[in-house]
C-alpha cells in the first residue's frame, strides 16, 4: 500500500495505491485531519507533495518512522523536464504529466488542469515536458470582475450558460465560461498544428464544466494529480 498527498495552503487530498490501482481517495483534509487518515492505514511509503508544510513537519506530526519521499524540485523523476526554471515548476503539473504519460505513454500529450488556475502543459512522446502555458482559472475571472469594479456582482461558474447574456449575470457568466471555453478550443487547435495526433487530457476540479463541451477526442482524467504523483513514488522505490 502507498499513499500519495497532494497538501495545498488549506486543505489536502490522499490518495491510497495498490501497486498502480487507486483503491480510494479523500478531498479537503485539514492538516490534522490527514495526519489521522494516514495513521489510521500505516502505509509502506508515502510521497508527500505540500506548497505549505515540510516533510520534516509532516513526519514530526505523524509521531513515528515512516518512509517518506518528499517531492521537491530536485526529486528523481520517471519523466524529463525541458524547462528553462525548474526550480519554479509546480508540483501539481510535473505530477500532472507524470500520470499523463503513465497513462499513455509514446504519446505526445497535453495536459489541461482547470484548478485555481488553468495550465496547459505539452510532454512529448519521448517522455520530455516541454512547458506551456498558465492563465485565469474560472473563479479567478469572475473574482476579479467582481473585486475590480464598482456594480458586478460575485457569480458562481454554470456549466451550459447562453452566449448571449440577456442580464449582468447572465452576460458575465457567458463572458466567463464561454470565453474559457473559446481559448481552449484555441489553444488545444494550435497544440495540434505541432502535433497531429496530440491527445488531450482534462482534469482540476473546474473540468466538470467544460468536458461535455470540448471536440473529441478529449479524455477526462479526473485523478490525474495523484495517479502522477502515485508515479513518481514508485520510480522513487525503484531507485532504493
Given at each position: 500500500?502507498?499513499?500519495v498527498?497532494?497538501?495545498?495552503?488549506?486543505?489536502?487530498?490522499?490518495?491510497?495505491?495498490?501497486?498502480?490501482?487507486?483503491i480510494?481517495?479523500?478531498?479537503?483534509?485539514?492538516?490534522t485531519?490527514?495526519?489521522?487518515?494516514?495513521?489510521?492505514?500505516?502505509?509502506?511509503?508515502?510521497?508527500?507533495?505540500?506548497?505549505?508544510?515540510?516533510a520534516?513537519?509532516?513526519?514530526?506530526?505523524?509521531?513515528?518512522?515512516?518512509?517518506?519521499?518528499?517531492?521537491?524540485?530536485?526529486?528523481?523523476?520517471?519523466?524529463?523536464?525541458?524547462?528553462?526554471?525548474?526550480?519554479?515548476?509546480?508540483?501539481?503539473?510535473?505530477?500532472?504529466?507524470?500520470?499523463?504519460n503513465?497513462?499513455?505513454?509514446?504519446?505526445?500529450?497535453?495536459?489541461?488542469?482547470?484548478?485555481?488556475?488553468?495550465?496547459?502543459?505539452?510532454?512529448?512522446?519521448?517522455?520530455?515536458?516541454q512547458?506551456?502555458?498558465?492563465?485565469?482559472?474560472?473563479?479567478?475571472?469572475?473574482?476579479?470582475?467582481?473585486?475590480?469594479?464598482?456594480?458586478?456582482?460575485?457569480?458562481?461558474?454554470?456549466?451550459?450558460?447562453?452566449?448571449?447574456?440577456?442580464?449582468?449575470?447572465?452576460?458575465?457568466?457567458?463572458?466567463?465560461?464561454?470565453?474559457?471555453?473559446?481559448?481552449?478550443?484555441?489553444?488545444?487547435?494550435?497544440?495540434?498544428?505541432?502535433?497531429?495526433?496530440?491527445?488531450?487530457?482534462?482534469?482540476?476540479?473546474?473540468?466538470?464544466?467544460?468536458?461535455?463541451?470540448?471536440?473529441?477526442?478529449?479524455?477526462?482524467?479526473?485523478?490525474?494529480?495523484?495517479?502522477?504523483?502515485?508515479?513518481?513514488?514508485?520510480?522513487?522505490?525503484?531507485?532504493?
Amino acid at each position: 500500500m502507498n499513499i500519495v498527498i497532494d497538501s495545498g495552503n488549506t486543505y489536502s487530498k490522499v490518495g491510497w495505491f495498490e501497486n498502480d490501482k487507486l483503491i480510494r481517495y479523500t478531498t479537503r483534509l485539514t492538516f490534522t485531519e490527514l495526519i489521522e487518515a494516514v495513521l489510521a492505514q500505516a502505509p509502506e511509503n508515502i510521497l508527500f507533495s505540500s506548497v505549505s508544510h515540510t516533510a520534516a513537519d509532516f513526519e514530526d506530526a505523524l509521531g513515528k518512522s515512516l518512509k517518506i519521499f518528499d517531492l521537491t524540485p530536485g526529486t528523481p523523476l520517471p519523466i524529463k523536464k525541458n524547462y528553462d526554471t525548474p526550480q519554479t515548476l509546480g508540483a501539481d503539473r510535473i505530477a500532472a504529466s507524470a500520470g499523463a504519460n503513465f497513462l499513455y505513454p509514446g504519446e505526445d500529450l497535453v495536459v489541461i488542469d482547470m484548478g485555481t488556475c488553468i495550465t496547459y502543459d505539452l510532454i512529448d512522446k519521448n517522455a520530455v515536458f516541454q512547458g506551456g502555458l498558465i492563465s485565469p482559472g474560472v473563479r479567478m475571472r469572475f473574482n476579479a470582475m467582481h473585486s475590480f469594479t464598482k456594480r458586478l456582482p460575485l457569480v458562481e461558474p454554470d456549466s451550459d450558460p447562453e452566449l448571449i447574456g440577456k442580464s449582468t449575470h447572465s452576460a458575465m457568466q457567458s463572458g466567463v465560461m464561454n470565453g474559457v471555453l473559446a481559448e481552449m478550443h484555441g489553444i488545444i487547435e494550435r497544440y495540434r498544428h505541432k502535433s497531429p495526433d496530440l491527445r488531450v487530457l482534462l482534469c482540476g476540479g473546474d473540468a466538470a464544466f467544460f468536458e461535455s463541451s470540448l471536440k473529441p477526442p478529449i479524455f477526462a482524467v479526473p485523478e490525474l494529480v495523484l495517479i502522477g504523483l502515485n508515479r513518481i513514488l514508485t520510480y522513487n522505490v525503484s531507485l532504493q
